[in-house]
């Protein structure tokens, strides 16, 4: 979404007093609006002179955003969105794909949340190869913290092949590792960049080719590291950037009928309790929540529900990722 002051020569209500009464505030465009306390700010207009003209700009700003939406949608054909074309996806991890009933669901972003080190870039890696070789599709993998070993994924390939002949098995990887596309990412305004080239090039290959495009699997490893640099401080920019990032991440995913994983770390909550790091504005933002530990000493990891659209929370799985 636009920045206000594009929108002042369409719209007479977002003149430079309104634009002043809201940089007082710290918004400065459309997805400010979306993580302020729209209450507090009506409540701030009504006590300036110009109330009924401030006013009357929020009611503008809230119907340019209202204008962005889908039309709303009944339950039936919700329900059915949920279910049509809405492939799962094998994560190769048995534990994952037994908790999900069946994998990582295409047209959902799904969390991935552990403290460091809990085998998170390992569950991203497997699922990458996995799904890589079983659909013979293309997975894309921002990597944002020099997570990604190509001598990994080669390995984790290799375990998915039965014995065969050597030149066989040499093609075989080197087939699923040309499907895997990484992406060093090192900040938030990198992230937005790469997901609007990829959001442009998908729309552009099904109005070319009129069919669905072989991106299977979209991961971030991590996002979170990306989005701690911009959250500090008093302001709601970082927040801004945080959601809009998600949503379309999550645009992308129902669209292009892809999965989407992102990892989340974890920080100190209430009496020293860890809790998923990004706050309150994030949570409501994935599909699906999975929460990841290890069994120090070993192979074995332990996955909880957080939050998922469809299943109870706190079940739980065990999974093994080899050495």
């Known amino acids: 979404m636009p920045p206000l002051q594009s929108l002042q020569r369409d719209f007479p209500s977002i003149d430079a007093n309104f634009l002043q009464f809201c940089a007082s505030h710290r918004i400065f465009s459309v997805e400010d609006f979306l993580v302020h306390d729209l209450q507090r700010l009506v409540a701030f207009a009504e006590c300036q002179d110009m109330s009924k003209d401030l006013k009357k700009g929020i009611a503008e700003v809230l119907s340019i955003i209202d204008s962005q939406h889908q039309p709303w949608s009944n339950g039936m054909e919700l ?43 390992q569950v991203c890696l497997q699922a990458a190869s996995h799904i890589a070789h079983k659909y013979m599709g293309t997975v894309m993998f921002l990597d944002t913290s020099n997570s990604f070993s190509p001598k990994r994924v080669a390995y984790l390939v290799s375990c998915l092949l039965s014995p065969s002949v050597k030149e066989v098995k040499e093609r075989t990887i080197k087939r699923v590792m040309s499907n895997i596309l990484c992406y060093s990412v ?106 990841l530990s290890n069994d120090h000493g070993s192979n074995f990891y332990n996955i909880s529900i957080l939050k998922h659209t469809c299943m109870a929370s706190g079940q739980v799985g065990r999974l093994l990722i080899p050495n």
């Open 79 to 121: 329900l059915g969105d949920t279910w049509r074309n809405k492939i799962l996806f094998s994560t190769g991890c048995e534990g994952i794909d037994l908790l999900l009933q069946g994998g990582l669901r295409g047209g959902q972003l799904t969390e991935l949340v552990g403290p460091s080190p809990s085998g998170k870039t």
């Open 186 to 291: 090192f900040d938030i305004f990198m992230l937005l960049d790469v997901l609007h080239q990829l959001e442009f090039k998908l729309t552009s290959q099904v109005q070319i080719k009129n069919e669905d495009t072989n991106l299977h699997l979209l991961v971030v490893d991590s996002f979170s590291s990306l989005i701690t640099a911009v959250l500090g401080g008093k302001g709601s920019h970082g927040h801004s950037l945080m959601v809009s990032a998600g949503l379309l991440l999550k645009k992308l995913a129902d669209e292009h009928n892809l999965a989407v994983l992102v990892t989340n770390h974890m920080v100190g909550g209430e009496g020293g309790i860890s809790k998923p790091a990004l706050g309150e504005s994030w949570k409501t933002v994935p599909h699906v929540r999975l929460l």
